[in-house]
């Protein structure tokens, strides 16, 4: 079992930055992928990045270029730093961690952001 805790969502301003951690715990030694995900009110879930064991990356379109994910192994903790917010960031933002052997997929409780313009 992998358990996923986020943090450091809030209320910004446009153009602001913010950076979300999200903290591992349980059996994260076999944990490959992890990334994150954000739904807007009346919307569907959207990747917005991911970040494998070995530390390849991938984003979202929208956020390309204002947004870098990372992990932390000593810490067990991913990151999610935002730069250039825009009022369409304004989602609750979820980290994901897979356990591919496991067929496994986790999520986090989800951090609110909203982006004021």
């Known amino acids: 079992q992998v358990h996923l805790a986020e943090s450091g969502g809030g209320l910004v301003q446009a153009g602001d930055s913010l950076r979300l951690s999200c903290a591992a715990s349980g059996s994260i030694a076999r944990i490959n992928a992890m990334g994150w995900y954000r739904q807007a009110p009346g919307k569907e879930r959207e990747l917005v990045a991911t970040?494998?064991?070995?530390?390849?990356?991938n984003y979202a379109d929208p956020v390309k270029g204002r947004t870098t994910v990372s992990r932390d192994h000593a810490k067990n903790t991913l990151y999610l730093q935002m730069n250039s917010l825009k009022p369409e960031d304004t989602a609750v933002y979820y980290c994901?961690?897979?356990?591919?052997?496991?067929?496994?997929?986790?999520w986090g409780q989800g951090t609110q952001v909203t982006v004021s313009s």
């Open positions: 994901f961690a897979d356990r591919i052997l496991a067929g496994r997929r986790y």
């Open positions: 970040i494998s064991t070995g530390g390849s990356t």
